[in-house]
């Protein structure tokens, strides 16, 4: 499965940054994150941050990756949250996962399946 975002320097960069944007309702570094995924006004930050969420496994953060999966208007950032989410291995993202799988565009797609196939796997793993 090919990662989102590959460079790890980078998105520490965009971390520290998402610190300083505006969210100053958010007492911690998750809310943080999860506020950046749902309002940052840049794609590549908003995808970048679903990323590392999926990389971290953050349960926390389903329901928002569920909400970028459906509604994010950039294709690359539903792409990235349905990757997420199979990387975090929660069964409340089969639904959403089951209808990106027949999404119009490849890369929510792909990364659909991807996901559903990872949940899958680990609920098989889990169960024996």
Same mark, same amino acid.
Not at 27 to 46: A, C, G, V
Not at 58 to 70: C, F, G, R, Y
Not at 102 to 114: L, S, T, W, Y
């Given at each position: 499965? *090919? %990662? /989102?975002?590959?460079? %790890?320097? *980078? ?6 940054? #998402? ?21 940052? $006004?840049? $794609?590549?930050?908003?995808?970048? @941050?679903?990323?590392? #969420? +999926? ?6 953060? @389903? ?9 994010? $208007?950039?294709?690359? @950032? =539903?792409? /990235? /949250?349905?990757? /997420?989410? +199979?990387?975090? +291995?929660? =069964? ?8 990106? %799988?027949?999404?119009?565009? @490849? $890369?929510?797609?792909k990364r659909a399946e991807e ?8 609920? =098989?793993? =889990?169960?024996?």
């Amino acid at each position: 499965m *090919k %990662s /989102a975002c590959n460079c %790890s320097l *980078k998105l520490m960069t965009s971390a520290f940054e #998402l610190q300083g944007d505006g969210m100053e309702g958010s007492d911690t570094y998750m809310e943080k994150l999860i506020y950046s995924l749902k309002k940052h $006004p840049r $794609p590549q930050k908003r995808k970048e @941050v679903a990323w590392m #969420l +999926g990389e971290k496994k953050e349960k926390v953060a @389903v329901a928002a990756l569920i909400e970028s999966l459906d509604s994010d $208007p950039d294709i690359f @950032v =539903r792409a /990235a /949250a349905a990757e /997420a989410l +199979g990387k975090i +291995g929660s =069964r409340k993202a089969i639904s959403i996962l089951e209808h990106a %799988s027949i999404h119009d565009m @490849v $890369p929510v797609r792909k990364r659909a399946e991807e996901a559903l196939k990872a949940i899958s796997e680990t609920s =098989r793993s =889990r169960t024996n």
